[in-house]
């Protein structure tokens, strides 16, 4: 049966004229969008001050989207606010912050593709936005779509050849490391030692990261050289010393495990960390 009209809102009377009379349109209908805003939030006392706005003014601006997602999602109205965003883009496509309230949405509702690939165009249209491509390489990931997340933040990186935000670099490494992806992860690294910090000391944390691929890679001479800086600053980098630690124990170097687990603890309980080194290098 039929809901009569009576029992019908009034934003829901007219988001479904605005639906009707959108077919087969390609302009967006900006007037009726405005009057659906208004009648959906005005109609609510005390949640929406329209200062300023009314459905005779431009299209709302950014200010306004927050007020409106709560709202209609208390209401289960995601797919009125998702459409009106789109409009709203539709209208104004050079705002960011339309296109990151849209993505956003999108995460809330748990459509992660979407909002990879949301933040992606984001970062494509707005190459000097940081915190798109590492969102959107953070969903992608979540997606189970490793490459595509190495490869928004590749182009990123391709996009700003003479100077890049060195946690993008910092982010890529990670996902390719932990994927056992260490050649490619130490290119990325030394790559940004290259054009970022020439005759500069890249960052410890890159350092580091740098080093345990040397690890990964056979290579221990160079992973211990890049490891000195740790024995001058053992304080203040405990957690770098333990990944260290952590990555010499899984490749079961556990010599090299051992000296840098002892860096955390000092020369304190030194005979117990062998005797506990001896019996996991030497089971019975």
Known sequence: MRSSKSSISESERLWRKLKFQEKGRVEPRIEEIRIFLSETTLNN????????????TNLPRTEFFPHLLPRTEEQGNTGQA????????????????LRFHRASLYVELGEYQKAAESYEQISQLFPENVEAPKTGAKLYKKCGQVERSVSILEDYIKDHPTKADLSIVDMLAAVCMENNVHDRALQHIEHAQLLYCSGKDLPLHLTIKAGICHIH??????????FSVLQRETCDHAGLISEVADSFMSLELYDFALKYYLMLEGNVGRDNWSCIFWKDSHPS
Not at 45 to 56: H, L, Q, R, V
């Open 82 to 97: 998702r459409y009106c965003l789109s409009k709203a883009i539709t209208a104004d496509p050079e705002d960011i912050s």
């Open 45 to 56: 006392p005390g949640y929406w001050d329209p200062k300023g706005w009314s459905p005779t």
């Open 217 to 226: 890679l056979g290579n221990i001479e160079k992973a211990e050289a890049l």
